[in-house]
């Protein structure tokens, strides 16, 4: 984490004075954010300021690939992100997204080219022919908006700054396969995490606990393999409503495009009704902080998000 911090104090002031300081990111919010659910971003940029974060959108930037790139060829991938990496760089600034995807793709980037020197060279050349002056040294960080809300906001201030506790609202969460598994930094347990479920009780909400929170959504196999990607989709649906929640929480944009936007198509699939709200991390947290559902793109979903705002006795 970069903070704007200025000059540093004295020795015994320095934990006072850090606490007090704002945390800055280079922004990165990746290409479904913006796109087909730009809800997504429209909800953490809104988070953003009442959380005390510095959002400086990262202009320039490429689609990290999806990991889809590395299929053709990882030199591309790499090369992409590095270039990524090194804009951050070149603002001093941590990568922040809020998006697994990107965090695990472009998280991958980074840890293999700090860790080979020679495909770290490799790359750095490809960088100099493009003439923009970037170079990767290896000097930033990929996090994930979760992650940023676990070390640098923390929990007990994240519980303090609640305006609308989320009591009774039983939460599912929904991590898919990049956050947790991507071959990046690891922040959690890939097989039993609990950062999710440690924010909704920071929250005032309840985890509710079902056996595909952990597993992949389908989206990957989903353009040639509808039917295997919507039985997949369609399982952890039906198992987080028979254990009760109500509704699903993802910190994936494209997690969320196959569980809401698609739920239509997975219940016509399955023979019977869903209709469980799916919510980006951010709106779940937006909702906690007192923001309206408005500004946090609720109504843009295509299962109907009315279910959760009631429950909170939200207008």
């Known amino acids: 984490m970069v903070k704007n911090c200025g000059a540093l104090r004295q020795t015994e002031e320095i934990e006072i004075w850090e606490r007090n300081c704002v945390p800055r990111y280079a922004y990165y ?6 796109g087909a659910a730009r809800e997504l971003h429209q909800a953490t940029l809104a988070i953003a300021p009442v959380l005390g974060l510095e959002l400086v959108e990262l202009a320039g930037a490429a689609c990290c690939g999806s990991g889809t790139f590395v299929e053709r060829d990882r030199r591309l991938e790499w090369t992409v992100n590095a270039r990524n990496l090194a804009l951050a760089e070149r603002l001093g600034l941590p990568l922040l997204t809020q998006c697994s ?9 980074d840890c293999t080219l700090k860790q ?8 750095n050349e490809a960088l100099a022919a493009s003439g923009e002056g970037l170079v990767f040294r290896g000097e ?13 906001v923390g929990l007990a201030t994240l519980a303090a700054k609640v305006q609308r506790p989320l009591t009774g609202l039983r939460c599912g969460a929904f991590y898919g396969c990049y956050l947790l598994r991507a071959g990046a930094k690891r922040w959690d347990d890939p097989w039993q995490p609990e950062s999710l479920e440690k924010v909704f009780t920071a929250l005032g909400a309840t985890p509710v606990y079902y056996e595909g929170r952990t597993q992949c959504c389908g989206w990957p196999i989903s353009s040639y393999a509808p039917d295997r990607a919507f039985a997949i989709a369609g399982t952890h649906l ?14 994936c ?4 495009l196959q569980l809401d936007s698609r739920q239509p198509e997975i ?3 399955l023979g019977q009704p869903l209709a469980l709200p799916v919510l980006h991390l951010s709106q779940l947290v937006g ?3 007192g923001l309206a559902p408005a500004a946090l793109g609720l109504e843009r979903h295509v299962v109907a998000t009315r279910s959760v705002w009631e429950k909170l006795c939200i207008e």
């Open 140 to 152: 930033t960080e990929v996090l994930h908006l979760l992650w940023a809300l676990l070390r640098d």
């Open 116 to 123: 080979d020197a020679t495909e770290r060279a490799a790359i």
């Open 29 to 34: 919010p990746g290409c479904v954010a913006q």
């Open 238 to 251: 039906q198992e987080a409503i028979a254990a009760g929640a109500d509704c699903l929480v993802t910190p």
């Open 253 to 256: 944009p494209l997690c969320h």
């Open 287 to 289: 909702l906690a902080l």
């Open 101 to 109: 995807t990107c965090q695990g793709v472009i998280g991958r980037t």
């Open 267 to 269: 219940a016509q699939r």
